[in-house]
Structure formats: C-alpha cells, structure tokens
C-alpha cells in the first residue's frame, strides 16, 4: 500500500499547488474594488448569509482540523511519524489549507467591517441609505471565493490524510 499512500501524498501537494496559484493570481488580476448599493432588507439579508456562510466554515473546520490532530498526533496507536512521509505531507498540507481558511475568514470579517465603516461615513444625510454589494464587488468575492476553496480543498485533504493514518499505513 505504500504506492497508494504516496499517489494520496502527491494529489494532495497537486491541490494545495492549485489552490495556491489559483489564489495568487486571483489577488493579482482581481480590482480593489467595492460596489455599493442601495440599502434595503434583501441587501441586509444577503450580508447575513454571507456572514454565517463563513462562520460555519470556520466552525466545521475548526472541527476537522481537531480530529486531524487528534488522528494524526494524540492518538498513541495512529501517531505520525518520521517515517511516514506521505500522511506526514498530508497532515502539514491539511493543516495549512484549513489554517489559511481562518485566516481568510478573519480577513474577510475585517474588511466587511471596515466596509460597513467606510460607507457609513462616507454616507451624506440627505441621500438615501448604502451598503455594500456583497454579491458583485470584485474584491469581497475574491475573498470569499479563496476561503471557500482552501476550506473545501483542506477537507478532502484531510480526508486523504485521515485514511490513509487510518487504513492504508501499517501500524506502528
């Protein structure tokens, strides 16, 4: 099973590479651009959505990166060692594409605050109500859309590394 364990290894780097190029470029050709749009309850509802959608990616992968760790490193029987190269890639891939996922979404927090702030003072009185276009804005979607594909991407991974620790390696 060693060579199972090693095409595993190498489909993971071949995801994390993707997500990694993908996203570099993504930052390079996307425009700091942030559109706004008139405020009304549908707009208020979609930062919601948007909001909880990455709370619970947070929430879910705080999850699966513990029962990694807990797979991987607590478990006496299952622990990874030197010598288990591919799930030791696997492990350090999976923890590094969920650990970008928080990063990402504290970053997407910060920068819908810093929106929410920015309109608000930029806001005249007499004109109507803004918010910002969570669905069209180039820049909070760029955001948006690398979190999903380093949470998504840090699943599979994880699953990769969490069978191949569990049923494809020998015991130790």
């Known amino acids: 099973m060693v060579w199972l364990r090693r095409i595993l290894a190498i ?28 405020y009304d309850e549908y707009t208020a509802k979609t930062v919601d959505f948007v ?3 990455t709370e619970r990616f947070l929430q879910v992968g705080v999850i699966v990166l513990g029962g990694l760790w807990t797979l991987g490193v607590i478990d ?10 591919p799930e030791l890639i696997m492990f350090i891939l999976a923890s590094l594409l969920l650990v970008a996922s928080f990063y990402l979404d504290q970053r997407l927090s910060r920068i819908v ?32 859309q690398v979190l ?19 049923r494809l390696r020998k015991s130790p």
Not at 153 to 166: F, Y
């Open 113 to 144: 605050k810093q929106v929410y702030w920015d309109v608000g003072k930029l806001s005249d009185s007499n004109s109507p109500r803004e918010i910002a276009d969570f669905v069209d804005s180039p820049y909070i979607n760029l955001h948006y």
């Open 148 to 166: 999903v594909r380093c949470f998504y991407s840090g699943l599979v991974v994880s699953a990769l590394a969490a069978l191949s620790i569990a």
């Open 76 to 85: 006496k029987d299952r622990r990874i060692g030197w010598i288990d190269k």
């Open 11 to 38: 489909a993971s780097l071949g995801v994390t590479v993707w997500v990694v190029v993908t996203a570099i470029h993504a930052f390079r050709v996307t425009p700091d651009q942030i559109r706004v749009v008139k």
């Open 51 to 53: 909001l909880g959608d």
